[in-house]
C-alpha cells in the first residue's frame, strides 16, 4: 500500500504572505504539506489533477479574480465539493454569500502584522489537522 501524504493547497498570489502562511503550518500531521499556487487558473488544475488536497486555503483578492469564483466552482464539481475551504482575506465584506457556502470552514482575516500570523496559525492549526486526518483516514 503506497502512503498517502494530505496536501493544503493554499491559493495565495502575495508571495509574503504565502511564505508566512507557509513558514507557519510548516510541520503538519500525517505528512501534511502546503503546496502554493498564485492564480484561480492555477488553483483549478491542481485541483482537477490531484486527489490529495484535504484543505483549501484561498485569498479572496487575487490577481486574476476573485477566490469565491474558486469555491462556487469546488462546489459544483461532486469529487472536490466536500473539500474543506479557509477563505483568508483582507476584507470579505463584499462576499456575503461565503457564509451560505457548505465547503465554506472558516472565515479568516489577514493579520495587520507579521506578529498576527502566529495567532492565526494557532486558529487555523485545529482546522487543518482536521481536515488532514479526514483525509487520511479516508484514503486507507
Known amino acids: 500500500m503506497t502512503q498517502y501524504t ?12 504565502a511564505f508566512i502562511v507557509q513558514r507557519y503550518l510548516s510541520d503538519l500531521p500525517y505528512g501534511g504539506r502546503v503546496d502554493r499556487v498564485d492564480s484561480l487558473l492555477n488553483a483549478r488544475a491542481q485541483l482537477g489533477q490531484s486527489t490529495d488536497i484535504a ?17 462556487e466552482w469546488m462546489l459544483s464539481e461532486p469529487e472536490l465539493s ?6 483568508f482575506s483582507g476584507d470579505r465584506s463584499t462576499h456575503p454569500e461565503l457564509d451560505t457556502f457548505t465547503n ?10 507579521a506578529d498576527g500570523y502566529e495567532a492565526l496559525s494557532k486558529a487555523l492549526r485545529p482546522i487543518v489537522e482536521s ?3 479526514r483525509a487520511v ?4
Not at 484543505?55 to 469555491?71: F, P
Not at 466536500?82 to 477563505?87: A, L
Not at 483516514?137 to 486507507?140: C, E, F, G, L, V
Open 131 to 133: 481536515a488532514l486526518a
Open 55 to 71: 484543505c483549501v486555503m484561498v485569498d479572496l483578492k487575487l490577481a486574476d479574480g476573485s477566490g469565491a469564483s474558486l469555491i
Open 82 to 87: 466536500e473539500i474543506p475551504v479557509i477563505v
Open 6 to 17: 494530505p496536501r493544503l493547497l493554499l491559493v495565495e498570489d502575495d508571495p509574503q504572505d
Open 137 to 140: 483516514y479516508a484514503a486507507q
Open 104 to 113: 465554506v470552514a472558516c472565515l479568516i482575516q489577514k493579520p495587520a502584522t
